[in-house]
């Protein structure tokens, strides 16, 4: 029973997202240890007498007479209604590769620790993959082998994870790996150059599953056209094309989560038991429409028109939105966000019209948009994942709805119209707020149709030093070094990230690249080509000034770079240590520090829990130590696989913090890249409503009670007037809690001066 549950790794937390959704019947489901579910599940099984079949595989399921044949090997079921509750993990995707059937041959891995002191082949570059891997590491020779050039499905914390791993010799991945056969000892790999036989007990292959389509039409079940990704045809309460036939759970193609599958149970039992059953969510859907009336469904209807942005969503991807949304009336001269804060929300405007503000570096506020009913914003940050690029302020009173980052950008992937009008949208208000701001909105469209947005890996050469320059770019998420080549060293002479271009230096003079620019993680770019550059450069007086002073800066950089070697080791340092990737890093001047650890102590002291969020260990450029402490990281990895969903949070200042419904799972300790943050017991205090329940014999008896291991990090002080504590308290000025508009030019500085006096 429950076998996806089952084949999860020992020790895998279970999700029970989302959060606002609640759990219908009597099954128990929490956010507890795969261990935990299945013990409470299995034993609600018992309690109820369940008549179960194991060891029974399904081959047919036919409707004769007004009622259904289920054939199971040699035994076949008769019933008046059957509901497909079989998922995709039974199907997995084939190698179709000699030696794939042999026993020692795996699709799932359940228990690592089986395993002790052997040679293992895991086979895929997934998360999955990954994961597996790694639970074998420790006390196996673990092999990986992927089929890209590096892992381009996986979570990058993951992927840093397996990396860091590799580096260590804790474990052995090839990459652009195809497996030609397996025998029992050893496995054939064919590599760019050669072939390979690696000698592997085990092998593990996570290549993915497939949904069981052959059998859902074999069934006589219909879908909507033969591409791969298309969903079977379901009415609002899951039946098939063949009434009384029920999908429900990941086969159904309605959301994969644990939790909505047993609610879809659930509510297919009370519809076939004659009981009149709404969706689960139904009141808590109609508490966020409240401006309305009706059903939700009669709601959704009213409510679309208004938001064109969803014209192409279903009725349960606007269900699955509306969980993550909020509804806001403003009043003319409301502020909805301000350029610079930490917001990701995606709004689209119901009612009202909203102006855009943008303050240039040295320069006034102004208006460079207007925007009305039927339009969106913030997708700039919702792509990006950095500060907000603009102020957003109403012109009248208005109505927004706000949908969450993960809960749009979740839509978007599986919505392509929408995707296209979020893309678009992007780029003509990327060029608004960074390049034109004073042209008109239909030429910059027209120039946002000839725009194309090309997409890099981790080190991914966008441009080389030395080609010739045809096309001007705009990064539109992630982060490039621009470096160039001298007697055999790379000089990293910049770093640029969203918001920012390249590539005009070379346009401008017609000479060839004179760096190049690599991706430093996962990056998108818009590309204009010299002709559409050049139409829009020459019209705009304004901007060709701006370039070319730009132009000459990065000139002049390039010459200091080049006379002194100290800039160019510091811009190696920071971009490979990926200190660049910090929005607050915590710096020490060693040369001013005089070891006194005020800022450890005075880091214990402000916090409850008497645990530092601060050493003084780290990474070391001259005498600058970039210490272990949480960098506020502008993607923070920390908040991915968070299962309360929202137990680590960020604020618009760009704290990143942890929440009180922390469940210590330890996902964001694992996640971080950098080991910033750490496990550790935490005694967890009575709030004043707890001593007032004991105080009335209503409450636990002991003042202090163990909260068990949960995540420490640094939240730069939050709440705390004068700001962080390690800061104020050291004696020396050694100790600096820099942005990135700061701690560029401040360890250049701190760098030079030192060079200066040694």
């Known amino acids: 029973m429950a076998n996806t549950l089952f084949c999860y790794q020992k020790g895998k937390f279970v999700m029970s997202e989302p959060k606002d959704i609640p759990l219908r019947g009597d099954l128990w489901l929490q956010p507890s240890l795969r261990e935990d579910v299945l013990e409470r599940w299995e034993a609600a099984a018992r309690s109820q007498d ?32 059957v509901i497909l509750a079989i998922g995709t993990q039974g199907n997995p995707r084939r190698l179709e590769v000699p030696g794939e059937e042999l026993p020692h041959v795996l699709s799932l891995l359940v228990d690592p620790e089986k395993y ?95 949904p069981p389509r052959d059998f859902l039409e074999k069934c006589g079940i219909a879908f909507p056209s033969s591409e791969p990704g298309a969903l079977p045809i379901l009415s609002t309460l899951y039946e098939t094309n063949i009434p009384g036939l029920f999908l429900i759970g990941a086969v159904s193609g ?77 009043f003319a001269g409301e502020v909805v966000f301000r350029q610079n ?33 039927g339009e969106f914003f913030g997708e700039m940050s919702l792509i990006s994942g950095r500060r907000r690029t ?93 470096s160039r080549m001298r007697a055999g060293r790379e000089i990293v002479v910049a770093y640029l990230c969203a918001g920012q271009y390249f590539g005009e230096m070379s346009l401008l003079s017609g000479e060839p690249r004179v760096a190049s620019v690599t991706a430093i993680d996962k990056v998108q770019v818009i590309q204009l080509v010299k002709n559409d550059f050049f139409d829009f450069f020459e019209s705009s007086p304004e901007l060709k000034k701006r370039i070319n002073q730009e132009a000459e800066r990065r000139r002049l950089r390039n010459v200091e770079v080049e006379i002194r070697p100290e800039l160019a080791e510091l811009g190696r340092f920071m971009t490979g240590e990926e200190v660049v990737v910090g929005d607050n890093v915590l710096l020490i001047d060693e040369s001013r520090c005089i070891h006194c650890d ?50 680590i949070a960020r604020d618009p200042r760009g704290e990143v913090y942890i929440r009180d419904n922390c469940i210590g799972c330890g996902n964001c300790a694992a996640n971080c890249p950098y080991d910033n943050i750490f496990m550790a017991s935490v005694e967890k205090r009575w709030s004043l409503l707890e001593w007032i ?62 060079k200066g006096t040694s």
């Open 598 to 647: 005020n800022c450890v102590k005075a880091c214990e002291d402000v916090h409850e829990d008497g645990q530092t969020r601060i050493k003084r260990t780290g990474i070391k450029f001259s005498n600058i130590l970039v210490a272990n402490s949480c960098r506020h990281c502008e993607n923070p990895l920390c908040m991915t696989d968070c299962p309360p969903g929202d137990a």
């Open 116 to 210: 002790i002191d052997q040679d293992i082949m895991v086979i895929g570059g997934g998360d999955s993959s990954i994961e597996a891997a790694i639970a074998q590491a420790a006390q196996n020779r673990v092999t990986m082998a992927v089929r890209t050039p590096e892992f381009i499905r996986a979570k990058e914390s993951l992927e840093r994870y397996a990396l860091d791993r590799a580096k260590r010799g804790e474990l052995t991945i090839h990459f652009n790996a195809t497996v030609e056969r397996i025998e029992p000892a050893t496995v054939t790999l064919r590599l760019p150059i050669s072939t390979l036989n690696v000698t592997a007990q085990v092998v593990v292959v996570k290549i993915g599953t497939l």
């Open 50 to 81: 369940l008549n179960i079949f194991l060891n029974h595989a399904v081959t047919a399921v036919e409707k004769t007479d007004g009622r259904f044949q289920v054939m199971a090997g040699s035994t076949i079921f008769e019933a008046r209604k």
């Open 254 to 330: 309605r959301n994969d989560l644990i939790k909505h599958g047993l609610n879809q149970g659930y509510e297919v039992i009370e519809h076939i038991s004659g009981r009149k059953i709404e969706p689960a969510g139904e009141e808590s859907l109609k508490k966020r429409l409240d401006f309305l009336e009706g059903t939700v469904s009669e709601r959704i209807r009213e409510i679309l028109p208004k938001a064109p942005l969803l014209v192409a969503a279903t009725e349960e991807q606007i269900r699955e939105l509306l969980l993550s949304s909020q509804f806001h009336r403003l």
């Open 390 to 482: 603009a102020t957003i302020r109403a012109v009248s009173a208005a109505f927004l709805w706000e949908v969450s980052r993960k809960a749009m950008l979740k839509f978007a992937h599986t919505t392509p119209p929408a995707k296209d009008l979020i893309d678009r949208a992007f780029l003509i208000h990327a060029f608004q707020a960074y390049l034109f701001p004073n042209s008109h909105y239909s030429v910059l469209a027209r120039l946002a149709d000839r725009a194309k947005i090309l997409k890099f890996e981790r080190r991914d050469v966008i441009v080389q030093e030395g080609e010739q320059g045809d096309n001007f770019y705009f990064i539109r998420s992630g982060m490039v070094k621009v």
């Open 693 to 754: 329940k004991a105080s009335l014999g209503k409450g636990r008896s002991e003042n202090i009670v163990s909260g068990g291991s949960f995540p420490v990090k640094c939240d730069l002080c939050r709440g705390l007037k004068g700001g962080p504590a390690c800061v104020r308290s050291c004696p020396t000025g050694a100790v600096l809690r820099l942005t990135p508009g700061e701690y560029h030019s401040k360890i250049e500085s701190l760098v030079l001066e030192r």
């Open 341 to 373: 804060d930490y917001s990701e929300s995606l709004y689209m405007i119901l009612e009202g019209s909203f102006e855009v503000l943008v303050k240039p570096d040295n320069g006034a506020e102004g208006a460079v948009a207007t925007m009305g009913a």
